[in-house]
């Protein structure tokens, strides 16, 4: 993970990929930045290696274009590579009308003591804005109009960019699926980088809860599957606030620690995915959120939101199974309520 103020940019170029327009618009000379749009950069390439949608990856060296590119880097033919990467990636735009066009930004950065190299695909926004016109009578008019190539904001994140540590031309990407030949594919990665591409920390994390909700919705009745569900959502909490993460095998150890023929059906379906000795380190609170609150949805409409603190103390709330097989929800110890609109 990268702090962005320890990220010391170097050199910047912008080319232009608007497959719209038939031909990419490329730069012949590198961007003069100061320090607002070097912050701009640095922010979004914080986010890249700070995010669990990232995944380390290595080039096929044999088939990556990239890779040749790169393998005897110089500054020197820094603009150079830059246009011949940028050309690279338009072409397999241009010839797949679902990827969006965008801004190709190519940024040679230092951190610690490694050099870095950076593709980020901004893909554009449409937005509204205003423009003077003048009349013939010599007054102005105002008008708004829709601009179809405004860049992302520092908040955002990109859907498409690679860092690449030019020591050893390892490869952090980050992408999104387009239709490629009628088929969903990870084309930046695929067809642009050509390298190897392993799960991130999210798609992990993501697949052995699905996994787990899966295993339980076949194991138990609908009436139980609750109960079973919201035990297991508060170890993998339990997990990743005290760990940062967990190893799935010994997950698996503890929520089917009463159920072992679950287990079994769990790292099944884990074997699939080569994830049964994995270990999952989400970074961005933005992953581990939703498993801070139980959420629970009733056959009566209600939602229930419960923080996973409260749910743990049995003198907040209480679950109670009722003679007739329904399920009444106790709140306990309330000391002031507050309605909203």
């Known amino acids: 993970m990268?702090?962005?103020?320890?990220?010391r940019i170097k050199k910047v170029i912008l080319h232009i990929l608007d497959s719209t327009i038939g031909?990419?618009?490329l730069s012949d000379e590198e961007i003069e930045f100061g320090s607002e749009f070097a912050d701009f950069l640095k922010e979004h390439i914080a986010k890249i290696s700070s995010g669990d949608d990232g995944k380390t990856s290595q080039f096929y060296k044999e088939e990556s274009e990239v890779y040749k590119m790169l393998e005897q880097y110089s500054d020197d033919f820094f603009v150079e590579i830059s246009k011949d990467a940028a050309e690279l990636l338009y072409s397999?735009?241009?010839s797949n009308i679902d990827i969006p066009p965008a801004d190709l930004v190519v940024v040679r950065f230092k951190y610690g003591e490694e050099e870095y190299l950076a593709f980020l695909k901004m893909n554009y926004k449409s937005l509204y804005t205003h423009r003077t016109l003048s009349s013939q009578e010599g007054g102005n008019t105002n008008e708004v109009m829709r601009h179809k190539s405004i860049l992302p904001s520092e908040s955002q994140r990109l859907s498409e960019a690679a860092i690449i540590c030019l020591k050893d031309l390892s490869v952090q990407v980050i992408e999104r699926k387009y239709e490629v030949n009628g088929e969903k594919t990870n084309y930046f990665s695929y067809l642009f980088l050509k390298c190897s591409s392993h799960m991130s920390h999210k798609s992990k994390l993501s697949i052995v809860t699905k996994a787990v909700e899966s295993v339980q919705?076949?194991?138990y009745d609908e009436l139980d599957q609750y109960e079973a569900q919201m035990k297991a959502k508060s170890i993998i909490?339990?997990?990743l606030q005290e760990n940062g993460g967990f190893v799935v095998e010994v997950l698996a150890d503890?929520?089917?620690?009463e159920k072992p023929e679950l287990k079994v059906a769990f790292q099944d379906k884990m074997e699939k995915y080569d994830l049964v000795?994995?270990?999952i380190l989400p970074q961005s609170e933005a992953t581990t959120r939703k498993y801070q609150k139980q959420h629970l949805y009733t056959d009566t409409g209600i939602e229930i939101k419960i923080p996973m603190e409260q749910y743990k103390n049995p003198g907040s709330v209480e679950f109670i199974t009722n003679p007739d097989g329904t399920v009444s929800v106790l709140i306990k110890n309330i000391g002031h309520l507050e309605a909203r609109f």
């Open 2 to 7: 990268m702090v962005k103020e320890d990220i």
């Open 23 to 25: 031909m990419p618009v």
């Open 92 to 94: 397999i735009m241009n």
């Open 217 to 219: 919705k076949e194991a």
């Open 237 to 239: 909490q339990e997990e």
């Open 254 to 257: 503890k929520i089917f620690e």
């Open 277 to 279: 000795k994995e270990e």
